[in-house]
């Protein structure tokens, strides 16, 4: 490995050093007392060092939610690919999928549900954090488009029934991360079970 190979891969793991440290100062004290100083204490660096990398907090913010986007999004594209045609099964996995990656990730989880909003344009969603804004969840309508069409769902409205598995989805999420004395099954297993009965009182039965 070269010197500026070897220099490269040091910087890049510093950078990721870094947005680690960003991401548990915004999810403990809040995005309004998060400050160069404070980030660069966590991680034992100057600020000088951090102002390398990144300008102010909001473009620290910016490409923590650049990667975070970017990596839920490539995971519900495997869930697709993986789950072949059928649209029930795989709305299922895509809540699934959505659930663990927050679980597993409960700092990610607080500074989104701090900073995070939900805006609608032309009938589509997006999520807005900072000054850019995302849609992931098109996967999750495509379903349910799917499923209302073939008359499946007890829901008629999209949204509405976006909505309702989106919240049931992050009453989960929020009760295990925020309360983490309780005791829970595994996630995979635990959160399986409680999809199943979140998807039997939507699904149509009487045909």
């Not at 975070?68 to 999004?73: F, R």
């Not at 789950?83 to 663990?100: H, K, Q």
Request: proline share 3%.
């Amino acid at each position: 490995m070269s010197i500026q190979e070897r220099k490269s891969k040091e910087q890049a793991r510093l950078k990721q050093k870094i947005l680690r440290a960003t991401l548990r100062v915004f999810a403990e004290q809040g995005y309004g007392k998060v400050s160069m100083r404070r980030i660069a204490a966590l991680i034992d660096y100057s600020p000088t060092t951090i102002y390398r990398f990144f300008r102010n907090k909001e473009e620290l913010l910016g490409a923590i939610a650049a990667g975070t986007y970017g990596d839920l999004a490539a995971r519900f594209e495997k869930v697709k690919a993986r789950e072949g045609a059928d649209p029930l099964g795989t709305l299922r996995s895509l809540v699934g999928e959505y659930i663990c990656f927050c679980v597993e990730r409960p700092e990610m989880f607080k500074m989104y549900s701090n900073l995070g909003v939900f805006e609608v344009e032309a009938g589509a969603v997006y999520e807005r954090l900072g000054g850019a804004r995302y849609r992931v969840y098109q996967s999750w309508f495509a379903c349910i488009r799917a499923l209302i069409g073939s008359g499946r769902l007890v829901v008629k409205d999209e949204m509405r029934a976006f909505l309702y598995f989106w919240d049931a989805a992050q009453g989960y999420i929020d009760h295990r991360v925020g309360q983490p004395g309780v005791p829970r099954g595994p996630l995979a297993e635990d959160a399986e079970a409680y999809l199943e009965l979140v998807f039997r009182g939507i699904e149509r039965t009487d045909e």
